[in-house]
């Protein structure tokens, strides 16, 4: 492996698409870890291309939709969790709670209900149901979430103890029958639904694998990045404040409870958020180690810039680390610090860094780069920045006290975002009116 480590020297290894593949190990580490056959094969033509372009419908236009019914989701969520602890009395109580295991619950059912639509009710407590199909499903997930990464490095299931059994009980949730029958999927999972309907080459559970697949890509560091998002505006007294004020700002001195409805936070709303958007990206910055890898498509001679190259053999890997980067103190300064405001600058998004006295094109990459960058990411800032608005609208937070600061998991160093390392407990209690509405 060559990992190139100077982000000057980015631009060189990006701008090889051709020579430098990225989906030769995507592709391969997909098929084995979610249970699919390889796509980029004869027995299943134009399907890759069919795949990437699916992924425009979770950008531009279509992002309205998909945002509109996250906010409906988010609050339908919170709400139900309001109304469980009203149901035993507990409403205005503070309530304490794991901050990733809230993070968890709230964004894996949000986004959920977003991506593929709502399961039919086949029992009569609708509560119970709901709790029963989401907790399994979740607890399956966070299961097989563990063992992803000796996955991902190509240890075989059949070594990885019941992880090939729970793989498969998540694929059969999505079994397209059972699916067939879940109301109002977004546009990006109907469309994923035709597609393969297109190969008869592929079986059911094959299709199903697919689903899964786009099950972990949204959830798989979005739940990590709003576990960061919000434990560092929790810690940080001034950015809490600078930013609750900026959200609550954006509603003149209308209620708190007469704020939400399913349309509150508008794209052009969420875009004003930029101080929001500022915290987001530094606890982006500080918590993301992922890779971007490429693998050498012939023997030639990687020219990073007129006076250094690098010779590089077909089947090499080449690999960027973002997370040099982001922590570089010639870029952020204090590079370990969370300073939420480190990209606002003239009231703007600062979008200006500089290594010396260059400046630099990649300096915030937690998305990867180039033509593969994460083709979720408008759909995950949306995500985050909307988690982040409702629970600061709703909630009065704090960080239980006496606690020691959050660390990384760096077992899934090269995958992501990190998840802590310990456990973070938060207390939260409703600020507002709230109805079952
Ligand atoms: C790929 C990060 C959320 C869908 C990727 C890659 C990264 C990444 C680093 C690999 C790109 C490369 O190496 O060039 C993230 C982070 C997220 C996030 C940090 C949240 C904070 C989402 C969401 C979706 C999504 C919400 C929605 C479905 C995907 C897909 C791919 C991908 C489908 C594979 C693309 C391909 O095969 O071409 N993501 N992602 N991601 N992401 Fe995300």
Redesign the pocket.
Known sequence: MTFVMNPLLYSAVIKQGKQLD??EF??AA?STTFGFPAIRTARFPGLSDKI?KS?LL?QGSYLNSLRRKMMENLQFVLKQDFLSAQAEGRENDWRQKDLYEFCERVMFEA?FLT?YGRPPKTNTDAHLQRKSWLDALLDNFKKFDAMLPLLIAGIPISLLGRTKSIREQIIRFFHPHRMAEWTSPSE?IQARVEIFEQYDTLGDLDKAAHHFA?LW??????VS?CFWGLYHLLSSPQAFSVVREEIFGMFGNKEPDLILSQDTLTQEQLDKLIYLESAINES?RLS?I?M??RVVQKDFCLQLNPHFSVSVRKGDIVTLYPQSTHLDPDIYPNPQEYQFDRFVENGKLKTEFFKGNQKIRYYHM?????A??????F??IS??KQFLSITLLMYDMQLTAGQQHATMDKSRAGL??MSPGNHIFFRYRVDMQLTAG
């Open positions: 990225f989906h995507s592709d997909a990437q992924f979770l986004t991506l990006f786009i890509a949204s959830l798989g560091n979005t990045a982006l993301s992922s971007n890898i937690p998305f990867g780069s180039g593969t960058m994460c083709p979720g990411r759909f995950a995500e985050l992501g975002i």
